[in-house]
């Protein structure tokens, strides 16, 4: 394809209600778009996923876009690429900064779906007509405000749950649960809010028979994930501690994990993910897809990721108006979810699920155009 121009657009959002993890609470969030122009008159996006703040990883909204702006689009214009690989190859030399990455790769690949006129899973060789998809609770002021909220949860139809957990809240919610719910397939985030001066928390979680427990300790440790996961029997499945292949090679190695979520924001796209998840399934290691609070445009991805096979886990993907009063999707084919907690994905070309470029362009809060 022949990109004959380029866009970085960052539109305001507003959230339907606050959200809080381990160590964050946050309710407003930008989107961080890029928008491709080919020679022969298709339009390609994709969306960056940065947070607001470096809470999660040193990234963050502004600083994915000034290296869009600076480094990665200025390079991009003007020139052709015959795969994923040659686009790679233009910002292979930036170190880090995935979450910029990902929204030239996103639009790249939106690009290649509709010349090729087939639906993006197709692309990616995925396989699975329909995705399932789980229920991701925040830390809530109380237990029983938390208590509400999965039932309502299992009430629309989502058989997993997860629920984020930080010191003094972690134990408590977890036995209420099962108290109340029984034998849900329930899961505990931790955010990397703990330390191996824990394991005796830990080990009173291996008693609640929980799916997993994702990244309890430190964002950039596998040395301390593996000695806890030899200490205890329930699955520790790793998150912020994988940004890269590699990174996914040494944890499996030294029995890190046994399970790994994969945000394609944070390993840097999607050519990565599917890698990563390959490479996982042919050892047996559990994988499935996170969120990071992105539009629709985000999830939209983020679902067609799913349907490879090798995604064996319900995915933390929620479907339209759940995080925003508008999530860059036309209203009138909304991403939904069905009542048994699965997304059908469309058979349309490109993402499938129309964009609403005039809400887009009424809410554009910055914008640069490469060439200028």
Known sequence: ????????????????????????????????????????????????????????????????????????????????????????????????????????????????????????????????????????????????????????????????????????????????????????????????????????????????????????LEHDDIIDHAELQRQITTPICLDESILSYDDARKAIAIGACKIINIKPPRVGGFAASKRIAEYARSLNIGIWCGGMFESGIGKAFNAHLCSLPAFNLPADNSGSRSYYEHDLLADDHPIEIDQDAYITLPQAPGLGWPIDTAFIEQHITAKAKFPA
């Open 1 to 216: 394809m022949k990109i004959s121009r380029a866009e970085l657009l960052r539109i305001g959002l507003t959230m339907k209600h606050s959200f809080e993890v381990s160590s964050k609470r946050f309710q407003e969030k930008d989107a961080v778009l890029v928008r491709l122009y080919t020679s022969e008159g298709i339009i390609g996006y994709g969306e960056s996923g940065a947070l607001p703040s470096p809470f999660y990883s040193p990234e963050y909204i502004d600083s994915a876009y000034q290296v869009l702006a600076q480094y990665i689009l200025p390079d991009i214009a003007n020139r052709s690429f015959a795969s994923v690989e040659e686009l790679e190859q233009t910002y292979a030399w930036i170190k880090g900064h995935h979450f910029a990455k990902i929204a030239v790769e996103g639009a790249f690949w939106h690009v290649v779906s509709q010349e090729r006129q087939v639906p993006l899973h197709q692309v990616w060789g995925g396989t699975l007509p329909r995705v399932e998809v789980g229920n991701s609770l925040s830390i809530e002021p109380t237990v029983d405000i938390l208590l509400g909220k999965v039932e309502v949860a299992l009430a629309q139809g989502f058989r997993r749950i997860k629920i984020k957990i930080k010191p003094g809240f972690d134990l408590e919610p977890v036995i209420a649960i099962r108290e109340r719910f029984g034998d849900i397939s329930l899961m505990v985030d931790a955010n990397s809010g703990y330390s191996l001066k824990d394991i005796a928390l830990f080990r009173e979680l291996d008693r609640f028979s929980l799916l997993m427990i994702e990244q309890p």
